[in-house]
């Protein structure tokens, strides 16, 4: 017989991870509500879970309403990062010259502590919707720009051999061989 599950099998192997989840969940719940009561803490400290049901059932279309803001902030900030981490990343690994000027910046960036440079982006930005789109886009560049840049300077020399050898171009290489999914050849042995 294969290595492939029965459906029954797999049925029974999620219904253990599920309880498995519920257990520590319960837990977790547990833990909090004996450090809360245990602590004697201020609710404003550390609040029970029961504290925190009843705040979400007072204030909860409002919560609701700013967790919206919350998110627009961060897939801003989200795309943002991306956007320039992928240009700084490609630049970096394309040009020599860009790669001289730009690393140490990048260097810098991922040294200083952004939530230092807070109260600089509000004032510079005020406390409305682009300082925050700011500061999450400096978290997300520098991961975004080191793996990016990373990962077009592995690409396999072979591949681009045989991109030459095939007359692609600087942009069809870079779009189908140096930007294509990892998973495209994975196993090493498919391609």
């Not at 017989?1 to 719940?29: D, E, N, W, Y």
């Not at 795309?79 to 810098?108: D, E, N």
């Not at 440079?117 to 700011?134: I, M, Q, Y």
Request: aromatic share 10%.
């Amino acid at each position: 017989m294969g290595s492939a599950m029965r459906p029954k099998t797999m049925l029974a192997a999620g219904r253990g991870v599920a309880i498995q989840a519920f257990i520590s969940f319960a837990a977790v719940l547990t833990l909090w509500q004996a450090a809360a009561t245990g602590l004697a803490l201020p609710s404003f400290l550390l609040p029970s879970p029961a504290d925190v049901v009843a705040a979400y059932g007072a204030y909860g279309p409002r919560l609701l309403a700013e967790a919206g803001v919350t998110l627009l902030e961060t897939m801003l900030g989200l795309v943002a990062g991306i956007a320039f981490g992928m240009a700084a990343g490609f630049a970096v690994s394309t040009s020599s010259l860009a790669g001289r000027l730009l690393s140490p910046l990048l260097v810098v960036s991922q040294a200083l502590p952004v939530f230092a440079l807070a109260p600089l982006l509000v004032l510079w930005f005020g406390f409305g919707l682009a300082s925050k789109v700011v500061m999450t886009t400096l978290v997300i560049f520098f991961p975004v720009a080191s793996a990016f840049a990373d990962g077009l300077r592995r690409t396999p020399p072979h591949f681009l051999d045989l991109a030459r050898l095939t007359g692609a171009g600087r942009f069809r290489t870079l779009r189908l061989i140096r930007c294509s999914p990892p998973s495209a050849c994975w196993p090493p042995r498919r391609c």
